[in-house]
């Protein structure tokens, strides 16, 4: 691996995208959470669940505002770092990201009326409305965030003559192939991994000895929630795999070490990749799987490596990633199951310790998962920034100093991190919950 | 009106926008620095929570929309831009998320830490400083080339008369709008000690204000001839502005109505931003980049110009959602609703 412009530049939009997808995840899913907790509260008249909203509420602008400040970075140095290729996607693809800002600029309104509101109405439900913006604004914006991504990985909607693109049809460059696979997976895995993050809260709780109703009621709310959104994740994850198998079969074939084209394709978790022969040994192989995962019948065709010409292949290194991602995603829909037949078979005597290690563990898991699927996702476009357009090596910047932004913007990043879990600590540990209850 | 027109007059008005807003939240930090410093702020801190809480990020989301609108309008500039400004926007950067990060800790306590108050009074000097740089570069002669990319010539900006004097006009407006903002919201929450004293900070920055925008006008003369020339052609524009400016002294003076007085400081600027920007054009950058060279393909700008409208029907009517509910609701102002 060699250090050179391209290379600088690719680590330090990872470094910035890595950093920015853990607080845009939670930016998408918490206002979810906490919007039903309220609903629920009013509904049921429940102390508790107003409770839970508003404690949510107050942890949740420190994920926002890292989040928004980070996005600011990305949204500059798409252009400071790709000025080659944001001038293609200024062509193609600006619709969506203009949209993105008008998505951010609704919810930042209501997020502020949301906020500084609570205690303003008569009518409790008028302040519970302000919530569904706030929601509407954070997915939507993600939506249009990812047809911008769909776009590097499906392009169409435009021409390419001498070199200048023309005949641009905006929708259709916002509505490529990939948009409803790649924004419905992320919008679920983001609601998913934000359950489990305040999952693992109460649990703490429980596990630190609270026995009270409200951390009980939290964790079957915040578990109930992380059940249905981790399957929706699930089986939104099974439409990924079969537009890749449709659109993108070297990126498929790569994550699963998939060489030669073929029926009945198995699965393989794991193993060691013999570089010589392009066998693969001490996997666990699932017969069929990857039929099935591609094109919905055991008996389908997916297309192998063979096809592809040994320049245009992405990193095999994939394949552990897209292996890590599904195995969290399988531990996360076993998880609640398992946790709820559990109380059945105790008898109610309590949740046990274990479970709740188990669901505390779930919330960095499946943020890691986020992580990962997304580095899948992007070292499976190489070496493409621009799938069959522009390769990422013509994209970078020519500009110096890149290594030294790329140390700024990493000691940047390590010192709100290192703020933010203070910060986030500190709230823990203090303003215990029930002097909060009336 | 043509497309490059409608787009350019869409990103002015909202860099418009955002200089009004940021400027507010700039000013803030600073006098609250300030304030610290010399003991006394519990005086103006209420206020400027108040009015900052509910809307700094709606501020930042102007900045975005700045950009991300110059990319999808004229892809040319960010290109331009964007290869030349890798360090200087990097630097920008990384003010600018200290302080939003270090706003939201503010939050929970960390408020009266004094490293709280020295990055967000400082990055509130920082950032109107080095967001001004690049009015600058866009005048012309601190970008040349290297084989065929496009680098920023940093020892000529850095030593240029014309690119301080814009840095200097860009922090006393700061102060002079921040305080005359805040003067008006103490004294709608009936804070009459922070009223007085904000007060005082808007007499003191008001003069430097236009003294430095005399300075800016006879740096333009030197180092930009032609874009002078064409200001001159729009000299009524500025004229309004310095009338506006003597309208709202005037009712500073007066301690009386510092609403009108407030919005005669955002007309001052408003004539002033866009008689600098209506003289600037066709120009983007100088003497190579025009808003007609730059312009997107024409389906992407009427699709852009359409979604800018669909969006605007849902925006407008939140902002005045949320100026009601923060600005010019009494009783949120005095504080009564926590
Ligand atoms: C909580 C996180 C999470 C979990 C549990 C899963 N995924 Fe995932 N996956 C993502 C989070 C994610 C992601 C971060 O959202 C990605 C990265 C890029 C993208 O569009 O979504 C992604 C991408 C991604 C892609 C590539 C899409 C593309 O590049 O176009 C496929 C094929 C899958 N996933 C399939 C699955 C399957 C079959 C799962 C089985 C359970 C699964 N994912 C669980
Ligand atoms: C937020 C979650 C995301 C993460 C964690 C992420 C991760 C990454 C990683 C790891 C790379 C480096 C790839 C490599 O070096 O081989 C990369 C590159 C890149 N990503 Fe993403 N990405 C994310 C979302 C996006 C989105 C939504 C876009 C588009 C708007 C995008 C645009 C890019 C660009 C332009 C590059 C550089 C070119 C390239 O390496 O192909 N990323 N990203
Ligand atoms: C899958 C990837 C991404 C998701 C889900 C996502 C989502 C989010 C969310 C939820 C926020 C917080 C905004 C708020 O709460 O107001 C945010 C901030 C932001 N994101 Fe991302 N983002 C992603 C990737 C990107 C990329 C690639 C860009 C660059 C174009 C970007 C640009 C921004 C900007 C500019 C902000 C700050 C907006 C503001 O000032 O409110 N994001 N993003």
Redesign the pocket.
Known sequence: MELDQTMLARILTSVTLGFHIIFAALGVGIPVLISIAEWLGIRRNDQHYLLMAKRWVRGFTVPVAVGVVTGTCIALQLSLLWPSFMRVAGEAIALPLFLETFAFFFEAIFLGIYLYTWNRFRQPYLHWLFSLPVILGSTASAFFI?SVNAFM?APQGFSLVDGRIVDIQPLLAMFNP?TP??AG??IF?SY??SAYVLAAIAALRLLRGSSHPYHLKALRLTLTAAFFF?LA??LW??I??K??AQY?PE?LAAAEWHFHTDRRAPLVLGGVLDQNSWEVNYGLKIPYALSI?ATGSADGLVKGLDQVPMAYWPPLVIHYLFDG??A???Y?LVLPAGYVLGLRWQKKRGPAKGWLRAIVLAAPL?LL??EL??I??EL?RQPWILVGYMKTEHAATTAEHVDKMLLLFVGLYLFIAAVCTVVLRKMFHERPFDSELR | MDLPLMGITILWVFLYGYIITASIDFGAGFFSFYCKTTGREHIVNQVIERYLSPVWEVTNVFLIFFVVGLIGFFPDTAYYFGTAALVPGSLFLVLLSLRGSFYAFAHYGVRDHWLFHMVYGVTGLLIPASLSMFLTISEGGFIGQSGSSPQLLADELLTSPYAWSVVFLALVSVLFISAYFLAYYAKKAEDLKAAKLLRSFALFWSLPTIFASFLVFLSIYEHNPLHFANMLEHSWLFLCSFACFLGALALLLGRDGYGWGFILVMLQFAFAFFGYGLSHLPYILYPSITIHTSITDSAMGRSLVIGFIAGLCLLLPSLLLLLRLFLFDARYVQGKWR
């Open positions: 990812m990985n990939a696979s790649k997976h992320m895995s998913a991994a981790s994740t699930a994850g099974d990924a795999g537009y890749l993108q990126k995962l991602m599904v969290i995603g399988i996360m499946s998962a986020i699927g997304w899948f996702s499976g």
